[in-house]
Structure formats: structure tokens, C-alpha cells
């Protein structure tokens, strides 16, 4: 396996799926990293596949004891007064690699591993099903790690899942992330989350695309700020087709520099509030 690997990532989805087969784990709120054990040492890098090892040397340090050959794949947070703390992860992740050792002392990190990528013993695995990368993670590990590096719970049972939703908001905890138990991993979103079932209401002004095949939705949030949504579900689109005839495709522009088409009026919408800090929002229904 080459450095640096394409991560999987998760669609956003409004409920936990129902059937047999599936594993849920928690979504934390942190920055996604893979931890790679070499020979000559610990590498951290990004979801985007850049080195952020010098940014980390709390975590590349806790994990020195990791045989070599082991690649794991998980979120770094920051645990303050028992709840995670994004705008430590934030501060941290902007600092200076200088001050990253200053700031390792203050605001210490852990490593929520989620799947074990990589085994000296065995290789690459991405090829074998996310519940045989499980088992072996937690042989890598240990079921509780040892601090600041242990697996992130997880459960098949969804009724377990549903509690998480309900019950560790007050602890930071974004979600739910849902997973195929014979799913191989790979690069894509190829997994989903259910976020908090917190809401508010925004205004749609707009879609990618055009009338006949609309795209994705711009959602103006209550404070302002502009954002797109991963795709625009059908119910949507239907109603939202009907408000375009005639109207200038791709007459404006998000932040981004994106295209769409403006919805004049703007439609009353409710987002998904667990979604309204990232880019890409979730929108959950139409308020007319």
C-alpha cells in the first residue's frame, strides 16, 4: 500500500437503514487521519492525503508501540471537560508545526481508530469485509486500545445505534456512521451517516443544473451563510422544477464558485443542524 491512500467517506442519510447486516459505529467530531506504523516511524495523514504528522507528535508518539506494517483509519479529537472540543482539533490543525508541540501539552490528542487498513502479518486487506477488518483491528488494539489510541465503539444492533443518536449529543458526538458488514473498503462514499435529528429551517434559493434535471440544492442558512446539499432528493426536485420554468440557468454562484439556477421565491426548507457547520447540508423536508 503507497502513501497516501484514498479514504472512504460517508453519504448523509435521514434515518439509521433497517435489515440485517449492518454495523453502526459513532460519529465522532474530529479530523479524519490515517495512522500508518513504519519502520521508521509514525506517518499521520489527512483525508486529503497530505503528511500531518508534525501537527500531531502527541499521537505519533502514543502509537510508536504499533507493529510495523499496521495502517489504521480514524478521527483525531480533543477531549476537554469530557465533551470533544472541534475548535481545539481546529486550533491545532492551524497551528504552526513549531507550536504543535506547545499545543500537544495543552490540548492533548486521541485517535478514534475505525478500521484497520493494513496488517504485517496478512498486508493490504481492504479487500475483505468490513467484519473481518473489524475483528482484526481490535486483535491490533485490544478492545479498549490503550489511551490516547483505542476503536471506536460499535454495534450491530440498531436499537443500540438509535440510543447513540438519542443519548451522546451531550458529549459531541455528531452521529451515527452505518456500514455493510461483507462491504470491502474502498475510496467513495461508500458508507452512510445519520446525524442528530436536530433541525432548522433554511431557505432554498436555489439548484445546480437545470429545471428538467436538477442537481443539488443551495440552502441560505439562518445565519447567512450558503450551502449546497449532497443531492437533491426527487421529492424534491419535482417541486422545485415547477418554480424554474423559464428562470436563467446557472445565473449565480455559492462561495465556491458553483453554478445554479436561483428559486425566486425561495423555498421554506429544514436542514439537518448537525450538518449546518460543514459545507454540504442535509435537507430534510419542505416547509410549504
Known sequence: MLFPVPVALAQAVPGLPAGEGWYFEPKY?????????????????????????AWWP??????????????????????????LDFGAI?????????????????????????????????????????????????????????PPIQPVPATDDRAVAAAWLEQLTSLGVEGVICKRAASTYRSGRIWTKVR???????????ITGTATRPGAAVVRLPDGRVAVSQALPGWLAAQVGLRLRGAESGGAATPDGRRYTAVMPGLP????AGTTRHPVVTVTRLRI
Open 58 to 83: 502527541d499521537l505519533a508518539a502514543a502509537a510508536a508501540y504499533l507493529p510495523n506494517g499496521v495502517v489504521l483509519d480514524g478521527e483525531t479529537v480533543v477531549w476537554r471537560a469530557g465533551r
Open 196 to 206: 442528530h435529528a436536530d433541525t432548522v429551517d433554511a431557505e432554498l434559493i436555489g
Open 269 to 272: 426548507v429544514e436542514v439537518l
Open 90 to 146: 481546529r486550533s491545532r490543525a492551524s497551528s504552526s508545526p513549531p507550536r504543535a508541540a506547545a499545543l500537544a501539552r495543552s490540548l492533548p490528542a486521541s485517535y478514534a481508530a475505525w478500521d484497520c487498513l493494513a496488517h504485517p502479518a496478512h498486508g493490504d486487506i481492504r479487500g475483505w469485509a468490513y467484519s473481518r477488518r473489524r475483528a482484526l483491528l481490535l486483535e491490533v488494539l485490544g478492545p479498549r486500545g490503550r
Open 29 to 53: 467530531d474530529g479530523d479524519r487521519q490515517v495512522l500508518w506504523k513504519t519502520p521508521d516511524g509514525v506517518r499521520l495523514q489527512s483525508r486529503s492525503g497530505r503528511d500531518v504528522t
